[in-house]
């Protein structure tokens, strides 16, 4: 990903390592098929996107946090500081919530440093999170979470 601006200018590097051996009748054969493949992926994302509405690129992630954050803010007053749980659907929360809290895999060996006052939010198997939950529990499919926070 960081390496990316460091091949934006390939392309001129060939131009200018090829400029004398290029014909500027045959580029045109080139400019019409580059055309044709940079319209053709745009119009095939479009399709899909609007064909499959359960896509990543769909995934109402704001929604789902307003929705966990006004449940927070009906039980608890503390902010949440930590949301639990696997890197897309806890990542996810996690990156839209206001306070922007910190997203972890598990607490396996950082249990002693987790305080109730904290605020930590558990995302995972609504099954699983219902029989554990020590907290305010609920559900948003595909998944549920477990609220322990500051009453």
């Not at 493949?37 to 509405?53: A, G, N």
């Not at 895999?105 to 995972?124: A, P």
Request: aromatic content about 16%; proline content about 5%.
């Amino acid at each position: 990903m960081w390496m990316t601006p460091f091949y934006l200018f390939f392309g001129i590097l060939v131009l200018s390592i090829f400029k004398n051996s290029i014909d500027l009748k045959k580029i045109k054969k080139f400019i019409y098929t580059f055309l044709f493949f940079f319209t053709l992926s745009p119009i095939i994302y479009l399709v899909v996107s609007l064909k499959d509405e359960t896509k990543r690129t769909d995934y109402p992630g704001k929604e789902i946090a307003r929705l966990v954050q006004n449940k927070w803010d009906d039980n608890f007053f503390n902010e949440i500081k930590i949301v639990v749980g696997d890197e897309w659907y806890a990542g996810n929360l996690s990156y839209h919530l206001y306070s922007r809290p910190i997203w972890m895999n598990d607490l396996k060996n950082k249990t002693s440093n987790i305080k109730e006052d904290q605020g930590v939010v558990y995302v995972g198997n609504p099954k699983i999170l219902k029989k554990i939950c020590p907290g305010v529990f609920g559900t948003i499919k595909p998944v549920g979470y477990c609220m322990i926070g500051k009453r």
